[in-house]
Nanobody, 117 residues
């Protein structure tokens, strides 16, 4: 069993920044694919940013140029740096990791991000 623990959410004004963290209970070197999703009230969960084990990244169009996914292998942590936040970025953000070697897929518990106008 692997735990993913998110932190860093909160309330911020439009134009501000937040950095979300997702700490894994085992080495992230064994992750095949990782990502950050978000779910706003009344909407489906959407993939915001993703990173492969090789370091390739991808973003949903609405956050390109504003959000950056990164990782610190030594800390077993994945980050989502969010800049120039907009009201429409308000959502619960979840990290997701797909591990190799049959270890399975896991979700974090979610962290609320609220952007005020």
């Amino acid at each position: 069993q692997v735990q993913l623990v998110e932190s860093g959410g909160g309330l911020v004004q439009a134009g501000g920044s937040l950095r979300l963290s997702c700490a894994a209970s085992r080495t992230i070197l064994s992750i095949r694919h990782m990502g950050w999703y978000r779910q706003a009230p009344g909407k489906e969960r959407e993939l915001v940013a993703s990173m492969t084990s090789g370091g390739s990244t991808d973003y949903v169009d609405s956050v390109k140029g504003r959000f950056t996914i990164s990782r610190d292998n030594a800390k077993n942590t994945v980050y989502l740096q969010m800049n120039s936040l907009k009201v429409e970025d308000t959502a619960v953000y979840y990290c997701y990791a797909q591990f190799r070697y049959g270890l399975g897929d896991y979700w974090g518990q979610g962290t609320q991000v609220t952007v005020s106008s």
